[in-house]
């Protein structure tokens, strides 16, 4: 008996030897690679948010690139840092850049203006992460603004020129709470056939003014698409209406992901965009 257990020896080590090769060659299993894909509003990706209307991208990935025109802004002073996806603008005090608006965005009549901004409240003066200068007046044609500055809240102003110029409305009862050294999604939409500006914030309706009468937004004589302060901050103003204000600064921080689209989005689709890119999807 003694004899044959010492044969079965050889045989049992080479069957152990097999199945643990075998086991070893193997993949693990994850369960994450049967799982269906991640949806918001029925979108697993930003881009896949009304990628025929949209007008501009700028995802600042170690560039001032917009993706749509392959057109460039041109900077001054800012550099770029950790974004909400990937990089972003860095902007501090004396820096913005430029960018020449192509002749979709002139053509805008409703639109919707999307972004991420993460700054440090700024006692020197308001910040404009964006705005949408205007070569003869003192405020841009499209300008949005923090202002009231505490260190609890702000009030976002917006003011907007519509009908050739014609009409000028200002947007000034909405505040944000607790909106220092933490990523904010920004988004106004505006609809030309109704004359309805809605305001969101982190993919939430914030509110919303219907401008009677006030037709399509007045892009035409837009010189340059500011990123960071406002137009008569800027080395030299790009207004004739105006020269540096002492009550007005620079974006204390940085701009991600801004996006420009030629109609009104839904507030299914801008609370899809917010999850998305939140998520860096």
Same mark, same amino acid.
């Given at each position: 008996?003694?004899?044959?257990?010492?044969?079965?020896?050889?045989?049992?080590?080479?069957?152990?030897?097999?199945?643990?090769? =075998?086991?070893?060659?193997?993949?693990?299993?994850? #369960?994450?690679?049967?799982?269906?894909?991640?949806?918001?509003?029925?979108?697993?990706?930003?881009?896949?948010?009304?990628?025929?209307?949209?007008? @501009?991208?700028?995802?600042?990935?170690?560039?001032?690139?917009?993706?749509?025109?392959?057109?460039?802004?041109?900077?001054? !002073?800012?550099?770029?840092?950790?974004? =909400?996806?990937?990089?972003?603008?860095?902007?501090?005090?004396?820096?913005?850049?430029?960018?020449? #608006?192509?002749?979709?965005?002139?053509?805008?009549?409703?639109?919707?203006?999307? /972004?991420?901004?993460?700054?440090?409240?700024?006692? $020197?003066?308001?910040?404009?992460?964006?705005?949408?200068?205007?070569?003869?007046?003192?405020?841009?044609?499209?300008?949005?603004?923090?202002?009231?500055?505490?260190?609890?809240?702000?009030?976002?102003? =917006?003011?907007?020129?519509?009908?050739?110029?014609?009409?000028?409305?200002?947007?000034?009862?909405?505040?944000?709470?607790?909106?220092?050294?933490?990523?904010?999604?920004? @988004?106004?939409?505006?609809?030309?056939?109704?004359?309805?500006?809605?305001? /969101?914030?982190?993919?939430?309706? =914030?509110?919303?003014?219907?401008?009677? $009468?006030?037709?399509?937004?007045?892009?035409?004589?837009?010189?340059?698409?500011?990123? !960071?302060?406002?137009?008569?901050?800027?080395?030299?103003?790009?207004?004739?209406? @105006?020269?540096?204000?002492?009550? $007005?600064?620079?974006?204390?921080?940085?701009?991600?992901?801004?996006?420009?689209?030629?109609?009104?989005?839904?507030?299914?689709?801008?609370?899809?965009?917010?999850?998305?890119?939140?998520?860096?999807?």
């Amino acid at each position: 008996m003694q004899h044959l257990k010492i044969k079965r020896k050889p045989a049992l080590t080479f069957v152990l030897v097999f199945s643990l090769f =075998i086991l070893s060659c193997q993949k693990k299993f994850d #369960p994450k690679s049967y799982a269906p894909a991640q949806t918001f509003g029925g979108y697993s990706a930003s881009n896949q948010i009304a990628p025929s209307d949209l007008v @501009a991208h700028f995802s600042f990935e170690n560039g001032l690139t917009d993706s749509v025109s392959k057109t460039s802004a041109t900077a001054t !002073g800012t550099t770029y840092s950790t974004g =909400i996806k990937g990089q972003a603008m860095q902007i501090g005090l004396n820096n913005y850049a430029l960018f020449t #608006p192509t002749t979709a965005i002139k053509n805008l009549q409703s639109m919707t203006l999307t /972004y991420w901004v993460n700054t440090s409240i700024n006692t $020197a003066g308001i910040q404009e992460p964006i705005c949408f200068a205007n070569s003869t007046q003192f405020w841009s044609n499209l300008d949005m603004f923090f202002d009231g500055q505490t260190t609890t809240t702000s009030v976002f102003k =917006i003011h907007a020129f519509g009908n050739s110029g014609n009409s000028e409305a200002w947007l000034t009862s909405w505040s944000l709470a607790s909106p220092w050294n933490t990523w904010i999604h920004i @988004a106004l939409t505006y609809d030309a056939t109704t004359g309805t500006f809605s305001f /969101y914030a982190n993919g939430a309706p =914030i509110g919303s003014s219907v401008q009677a $009468a006030f037709g399509a937004l007045n892009f035409a004589n837009v010189p340059s698409i500011v990123f !960071g302060t406002i137009q008569f901050q800027t080395t030299p103003s790009l207004t004739s209406g @105006a020269t540096s204000q002492s009550w $007005a600064s620079y974006l204390l921080g940085v701009l991600d992901e801004v996006r420009i689209y030629d109609k009104a989005l839904g507030a299914s689709d801008i609370k899809a965009l917010y999850q998305l890119e939140n998520l860096g999807k």
